[in-house]
């Protein structure tokens, strides 16, 4: 099961934003109202960049506005996306956990 993060952040919060390799894929969608997409772009050209993680700059602010874009344009292949904040720190054996809870029922959202 491939599990896809959606994350939403705003200005320098992009800054809190952490890559775990035990994540399928990621797509962070970064508000920026501040006028630094070039500053942003580079921090994540430099510090986040990977061949898992998609980044899309929007320059609209509401926490809404951005999990609704982020879901328009998650990946077709995820069976699973899980929508987070910049400051989750995803722990080591959440995304088994995930996977295993939704292989043990029939749910179509799963909370733990």
Not at 5 to 26: A, K, R
Not at 98 to 108: E, H, L, P, V, W
Request: include cysteine.
């Amino acid at each position: 099961m491939k599990i896809q993060v959606l994350v939403s952040t705003l200005n320098e919060g992009i800054e809190n934003v952490t890559i775990q390799p035990y994540i399928d894929s990621y797509l962070i969608i970064h508000q920026v109202t501040d006028g630094k997409g070039e500053d942003y772009h580079s921090y994540f050209n430099r510090v986040l960049v990977g061949k898992n993680v998609h980044y899309i700059q929007m320059y609209e602010k509401g926490l809404s506005k951005s999990r609704n874009f982020a879901i328009k344009n998650s990946d077709d292949s995820a069976d699973f996306l899980w929508i987070m904040d910049d400051d989750v720190k995803v722990l080591p054996h959440s995304a088994d956990t995930i996977r295993q809870g939704f292989a043990d029922t029939s749910c179509d959202i799963l909370v733990v």
